[in-house]
């Protein structure tokens, strides 16, 4: 709700990854704007101090349980203007602190920042599920033989070490281009943010569908708690569904704008 010199907030708020340890912490919502759409060209960001909000003990989970991403219960709490931030303002990478932070890094999309940090988890478990993997592979027999000697085994193993390294390459060389950008001063073409997010997207899918195969791997040793495999595998699963791996949804604008639609997609 808009009021003199800002606006009041109430709500509550899932998924506040690290909240427990923070004492500031950033809350989305829609600002309802007189004879404007109620859509995410009104969202803006909130930033609270810890008087203003109050946790809730809900992340009781599988996986990702480390990030202790509880809820926030907000009620009533002013949050003045200087505290809010436009997400249409991080699309056009035109922040406000621009006028004072002039380095490259403060020119790149959040979005397209932000779901890196997503992606990038994934990938670590998936190496973390590989290493144990081999470790197990190493030990465990298949019959008479030895997991390490079988070559199924060892063509997953290939599968799945080459299929990390492609993932990064790719992370790298885009989050590369949109460095090379923002250090001419150049926009990022909007196709590109847009293919960018949607590389990002299938990251965890295509991470989850390699923790599987090495999951059903290493047979019965993968059903116990405390296998690494499993574990792993656990927290691809809960990154998965996180919003910003919906690669149904980024496919489809991406689709959409190689068949000459619009960009629909205001977080990239």
Known sequence: EKVDGGYKLSGQWGFSSGSEHCDWVFLGAVVPEEGAPFDMRNYRTFLLPKADYEIIDTWHVVGLKATGSQDVRVEGAFVPEHRTHKLIDGHNCDNPGNKVNDAPVFRLPFGQVFVRAVCTASLGALEGALAAYVETAKTRMVGPAKMADDPFARRLAADVKTAIVEMKRTMF?????????????????IDDRVQYRFDSAVVADRCAE??????????????????????????????????????????????????????????L
């Open 173 to 189: 060389s885009n989050f590369d281009a949109m460095m090379e950008c923002a250090r001419a001063g150049q926009p990022i073409a």
């Open 210 to 267: 390699l923790s599987a195969r090495m999951l059903k791997a290493v047979g019965s040793k993968g059903i116990f708690l405390g296998n690494g495999v499993l574990e792993r595998h656990l927290d691809i699963m809960a990154s998965q569904a996180h919003v910003a791996n919906n690669v149904n949804m980024y496919a489809n604008n991406f689709g959409g704008v190689q068949f000459g639609n619009d960009n629909t997609d205001l977080n």
